[in-house]
């Protein structure tokens, strides 16, 4: 039997199913609507990165700024010369490929030379020391990042005069890694390259074949602060650093001081008293009458010869002289003779001669001519004595004797510094 259904009952199954896919339709849109949103994905930033070219244009575009870093900047650079040899402290030198510069650290780190690293500047100053560029507070532990290490960073070759050249607080040689080749110390101020006693630390002067000099400084705690400072010519490798618009050179370590060759200013005697002794050295000193000899002194760090006949209220009558040891000229072209003096008070003046036949004793054994050195008004004011020249005396036996006499109502207090004889 067949089963008729109405049109009514059609149009309500459609109605029905209408709704229901109505209602899904809600359903699903609803759930989706409030599922979480997804996630934002940052965009990474470039890197910031700054080099020491545009570290120095910033210094001087305004030297007498302190500026700080505020944020990330990343300065990639090779250490050229570290705290290993104690000649620098808490202090780093670093170069690129524009530069170099100096680290000043917080505290001591263990980076060494040769080590590529990465350091981040914020909270770093940029300012100077005495006309010394530098970045300063550098906290190494948590501010630089080694990347590598064992690279060999090679020198610069450069002249004294190169060096000394420019004496400004943008100087850009600050902080190169350099050799000089045809250097020599001359004078020597100390006889080792720093006091390793007091810790204190000393200048000494080199020059090359030219009349150019340069400071080398060494700090007392320096490994080789004790070691002497080389006698011949040949080369020396250091980081170039600057005291106000004194150039100065500082060496990192003792194998990087070769100097065994002939010098080209030759000296043929020196004496600077630093030792305290008037006798060292082949010198010695004559009493001819009275009994006031010349002593070695020191005053406010400098230390030279001084004869004076003055004592508790009395002047003591004398004649005393003190001999350097014999040179020999006879090879030399043209050598003169320099010295540095001083007077206080009223008397003789100082004489100085020259013997080439005086062997040993009393000065009046031998003959001497007198020189016409350059000689002090006093008030303990130093004057140069000028170039005097030995040129008539070029023997193998030519001797300088220096001549303090007093009288027993009068006598100046003399000193005498630095004496040296050598090519000019």
């Not at 359903?27 to 545009?54: F, R």
């Not at 007091?198 to 400084?217: D, E, G, M, W, Y």
């Amino acid at each position: 039997m067949k089963k008729i259904v109405s049109n009514k009952y059609i149009r309500l199954c459609f109605l029905c199913a209408f709704i229901l896919v109505d209602l899904l339709f809600i359903s699903c849109k609803k759930k989706k609507d409030t599922e979480e949103p997804l996630p934002i994905v940052p965009v990474t930033s470039v890197e910031k990165k700054i080099t020491i070219s545009t570290l120095r244009a910033k210094f001087a575009s305004n030297p007498s700024a302190n500026y700080k870093f505020q944020s990330d900047s990343l300065l990639y650079c090779t250490v050229i010369a570290d705290e290993v040899g104690g000649n620098f402290f808490k202090e780093l030198f670093v170069r690129d490929a524009g530069g170099s510069i100096r680290l000043k650290l917080r505290a001591s780190s263990a980076f060494v030379i040769g080590d590529s690293i990465k350091v981040n500047i914020k909270d770093a100053y940029l300012n100077s020391e005495f006309d010394f560029i530098q970045l300063d507070s550098v906290n190494a532990s948590t501010m630089i990042t080694k990347i590598t290490g064992g690279l060999n960073p090679q020198p610069e070759i450069m002249t004294i005069e190169q060096l000394i050249a420019n004496t400004t607080a943008t100087n850009p040689l600050q902080s190169r890694l350099v050799r000089i080749n045809n250097a020599e110390f001359s004078n020597l101020s100390y006889p080792t390259f720093a006091d390793p006693i007091l810790f204190a630390a000393k200048n000494h002067t080199i020059q090359s074949c030219s009349p150019a000099k340069l400071t080398v400084r060494t700090s007392g705690y320096a490994n080789f602060a004790s070691s002497a400072p080389p006698t011949g010519n040949g080369s020396i490798i250091g980081i170039v650093s600057q005291y106000s618009a004194d150039i100065q050179l500082r060496i990192r370590k003792l194998s990087e001081v070769s100097m065994t060759g002939t010098l080209c200013n030759t000296n043929y005697l020196s004496k600077n008293f630093n030792d305290n002794s008037i006798t060292s050295g082949g010198w010695s000193q004559q009493l001819v009458t009275g009994n006031v000899p010349w002593i070695a002194s020191t005053f406010s760090g400098t230390t030279f010869a001084v004869c004076n006949n003055y004592s508790v209220g009395v002047n003591t009558p004398c004649e005393t002289w003190m001999i350097s040891p014999a040179m020999n000229l006879s090879g030399s072209t043209n050598p003169n003779l320099y010295f540095q003096n001083s007077c206080n008070f009223t008397g003789p003046l100082l004489e100085v001669y020259v013997s080439t036949d005086y062997t040993s004793g009393l000065p009046q054994t031998a003959s001497w001519t007198q020189l016409s050195p350059a000689l002090s008004g006093g008030s303990y004011v130093y004057v140069n004595s000028g170039a005097l020249s030995l040129v008539p005396y070029k023997t193998n036996n030519t001797r300088i004797g220096f001549k303090y006499i007093g009288t027993g109502s009068a006598g100046r207090a003399w000193q005498v510094d630095d004496v040296m004889v050598k090519e000019n």
